[in-house]
């Protein structure tokens, strides 16, 4: 019932085989999808060229600053405009 026979040996390495090729070619499949995005982002991004809109449409870090009025954290460039003022 356990005993070894050819058949079982080579059912086994085929089975094997064919999970290892599978795994390989969904592998270079996911490869290529990416491949194709990341060119199409280079293109996308060379189209848009290098003015202000295209370094804007990018998201980055920005300074943060505390307002010294009311507290909250708001943009270094100052561009908050604080309703709340000093009543001391």
């Given at each position: 019932?356990?005993?070894?026979s ?58 943060m600053v ?13 561009s ?9």
């Open positions: 019932m356990f005993g070894f050819i058949q079982k040996l080579l059912f086994t390495g085929l089975a094997i085989a064919a999970v290892w090729y599978a795994f390989k070619w969904l592998g270079r499949v996911q490869a290529e999808k990416t491949k194709v995005a990341r060119e199409q982002a280079r293109k996308m991004k060379d189209s848009a060229g290098s003015g202000p809109a295209a370094r804007n449409s990018e998201p980055g870090v920005e300074d505390e307002c010294p009025h009311c507290g909250a954290f708001v943009p270094a460039d100052g908050h405009r604080c309703d709340k003022l000093d009543q001391s």
